[in-house]
């Protein structure tokens, strides 16, 4: 269920939703926190559902010589009133068997909150990629119809952004033996629940489009910047060109990249003790 | 994202998988003694209650039943994990993992549960929700206690120029007091069924406070148990609990780690 961390209930019609997926890479979740963090979005909610395992942590957002303490959990809401953009940030996995009965709540409850319109922000095994996706950009792009409808000629023809080619399941048999007229369909391994969650808002009517970049675990910060970025010429969330009016920069400080949170610090665990190699 | 160099686990798990298995993770239950289901009823389904301490894992257990859950205190519930046991109804068993919920005999509003063994996480949403049906929270102070390892714990000063075992805290908005050690830094977390109390206080907007001590022994042994020592002394457990010392004290831990020893397959 949704809890709410405000006095009044939350409005969430006519707002964005942008959703992570814990996928490969955990791409989505990264580029989550690039949002929340570079936007200084409020946290206004929690998510509290069986079928997420429990964390719990310090402020990921707090300042480097912050002191204080205002914990985090596994699943929380934030949002930017300015930006009408609402991000739902997961922080940890969730248990086998209970992922559809998380989809079915949060389709649900997005029908029911009346989002205008909701982003999924997933990533996608690397090493599944078919020959035209080796090469060139990798992020990719699908689309509900009526965002499609919206927005495909916006994605093509002016971000030049590539949708995601559909096919049939590993091993996926060489052009030559393709069966003609097969089904093919969206593959997305290592997506998580991104793929069912698009179909299910799709059947439910929500305009949806999901955002994602193949990738290999390991250092993925570079592919979670690569996907806000597109995300952000899409949305147009932040500008990080400096204005200048007659030469002159401008009284307000503008952003040059994404604010990195603190929750980022050692990623690959703590430093290596050098006595070990005395 | 990888963990550390070298660790690629990924945790993007297919989803087609959840549509085939058939994971069935048992619900914790609670029951409770007549006495208190007496009580329930009798106050409309919550028990009253002013402070809560509970302890996770055999450490914080092994602190709680040495220096606070004395004589004085007696059994009022359990909560069944369903896990394979040997259930001596008392926990005198090292391996037991039932959870016992104590009440002051003087001060029946003064609880505390202790979890001898660590739960499975997936169980521990089931474990709140049991234990806080019958419990009002929205007066009450909790308390909890945990022992984690510091091979999980991440900081620019290696661990090994740290004072081992320390202590760090972790609050909800609604808990004011001051706490006797440093908060918990990012990137640190916590997880399992100590997690899951908090937020569940947390959501709720309860007082409550974590302590989760960091040791390098994978075994049980005093120097770990004793770390906790400096709350006797401090806010909460001052105001709430009569912490006679126990002149035993020393004695009961050893007897503790004796129990606990014979667990462990490292040496044999």
């Keep these: 269920m949704f809890i709410s961390s405000e006095d009044a209930a939350p409005k969430f019609e006519e707002k964005t939703l942008v959703l992570t997926s814990v996928s490969v890479g955990n791409v989505g979740q990264l580029s989550a926190d690039l949002l929340i963090s570079t936007l200084s979005m409020k946290r206004i909610g929690y998510i509290h559902h069986e079928s997420i395992l429990p964390m719990v942590g310090n402020d990921p957002f707090a300042s480097v010589d912050a002191t204080t303490c205002k914990i985090v959990t596994s699943c929380e809401v934030y949002e930017s009133m300015l930006q009408k953009l609402v991000v739902i940030q997961q922080r940890a996995p969730f248990i086998k068997g209970k992922r559809p009965c998380f989809r079915n709540w949060l389709v649900q409850w997005i029908k029911e909150n009346k989002f205008k319109m909701v982003v999924i922000l997933t990533s996608t095994h690397a090493h599944e990629r078919i020959d035209v996706q080796l090469q060139g950009s990798q992020f990719r792009y699908i689309a509900s119809s009526q965002i499609e409808e919206q927005f495909g000629d916006v994605f093509k023809n002016l971000h030049h952004w590539n949708m995601l080619e559909r096919r049939t399941k590993f091993p996926a048999p060489s052009p030559i033996d393709q069966p003609v007229g097969e089904v093919k369909e969206l593959y997305l391994p290592g997506g998580g629940i991104a793929k069912s969650l698009f179909e299910d808002l799709c059947d439910a009517g929500v305009p949806t489009a999901m955002l994602l970049m193949f990738c290999a675990e390991g250092d993925n910060v570079q592919e979670a910047i690569t996907l806000t970025d597109q995300l952000n010429t899409w949305l147009k969330l932040v500008d990080f060109h400096k204005k200048t009016l007659d030469n002159t920069l401008m009284a307000e400080p503008s952003l040059n990249d994404w604010k990195i949170p603190l929750s980022w610090k050692l990623f690959f665990g703590s430093r290596v003790d050098q006595t070990l190699f005395h | ?268």
Aim: some cysteine; proline content about 5%; aromatic content about 8%.
């Design chain 2, 1 to 268: 994202m990888a963990a550390y160099e070298g660790e690629m686990i990924s945790r993007a798990v297919e989803d087609d998988e959840d549509e085939d298995e058939n994971q069935e993770y048992f619900s914790v239950r609670a029951r409770w003694s007549p006495l208190i289901r007496a009580e329930l009823l009798k106050t409309g389904g919550k028990l009253p209650c002013k402070f809560i301490i509970v302890a996770v894992g055999i450490a914080a257990s092994g602190f709680v039943k040495t220096y606070i859950v004395q004589e004085s205190f007696s059994i009022i519930g359990a909560l069944f994990t369903g896990m394979k046991d040997i259930n001596t109804l008392t926990q005198q068993s090292p391996t037991e993992k039932t959870c016992y919920v104590y009440h002051s005999e003087s001060m029946p509003d003064i609880l505390a549960v202790i979890c001898n063994r660590d739960l499975p996480a997936e169980q521990s949403y089931s474990f709140v929700h049991e234990l806080f049906s019958a419990i009002d929270i929205s007066e009450c102070c909790i308390l909890i206690l945990a022992v984690s390892m510091t091979s999980d714990y991440r900081s620019e000063v290696p661990v090994s120029d740290m004072a081992v075992p320390f202590m760090r805290a972790l609050r909800t908005t609604k808990y004011l007091m001051t706490p006797l050690c440093p908060y918990l830094e990012q990137p640190n977390i916590i997880s399992g069924l100590q997690a899951q109390l908090l937020t569940y206080c947390q959501l709720h907007n309860a007082k409550a406070i974590l302590y989760n001590c960091y040791t390098d022994r994978i075994d049980l042994e005093v120097t770990t148990m004793k770390a906790f020592l400096p709350l006797l002394k401090s806010t909460p457990v001052k105001d709430y609990v009569l912490a006679n010392p126990n002149p035993k004290a020393d004695e009961t831990l050893l007897k503790l780690v004796e129990l606990h020893s014979a667990q462990n397959m490292l040496y044999l």
